[in-house]
């Protein structure tokens, strides 16, 4: 299957510092990917779709200001959230929609920030 | 009402049991479904993809959609311990729609 990969895995701030995610596609070409939050034994939560070269389009009690999603290119997003506080902490994880071995197109995540906030 | 409904369980079975996992969906225009898993810590892992009805077979694993009740469901035959994750069902009706998660079970299999 086709490959997402996320740096860094994991990352402690203080609070009011800004944390930047790198989401990459590895071995194909993602137009669309899509960023996440999940807590613990929780499901995942969209926070916002972004497509590349165009702003990323931001889920309901998202706020766009402080999540900050830049596409620039067909194999790289990234994710920064500006002014981190500890409610801030979580797992982010990044998703690229891409083409399987089959050519079916379908979502490949990859493997999770894990982000605390002091 | 959720789009996709998934009982978090936990789900606790012994080591060879056949597992059985489902979801309920309302939407009627959801056409693909997939089942990811997704171990502590880790990134969801793209398990089954199937289109529209039927039947879909993978090793162990076979996924059944029944878009006639609007059920999903995800078996798991002779369970191992490796199987323990969380298992994600998820839908949308394709093109670019954003894909719809249930909550997720979470299965234990002890030896």
Redesign the interface.
Known sequence: ?AV?S?HPSWVICKSGTSVKIECRSLDFQAT?M?WYRQFP????M?MA?SNEGSKATYEQGVEKDKFLINHASLTLSTLTVTSAHPEDSS?Y?CSA?GT?G?G?E???????T?LLVL | QKEVEQDPGPLSVPEGAIVSLNCTYSNSAFQYFMWYRQYSRKGPELLMYTYSSGNKEDGRFTAQVDKSSKYISLFIRDSQPSDSATYLCASNSGGYNKLIFGAGTRLAVHP
Not at chain 1, 41 to 44: G, H, I, M, R, T
Not at chain 1, 106 to 112: D, E, I, L, S, V
């Open positions: 299957g997402v996320q669309t899509f034994k929780q499901s995942l969209l779709t797992f994880i929609r399987s089959t079916r379908t979502q490949y995540f990859g493997p999770g894990r």
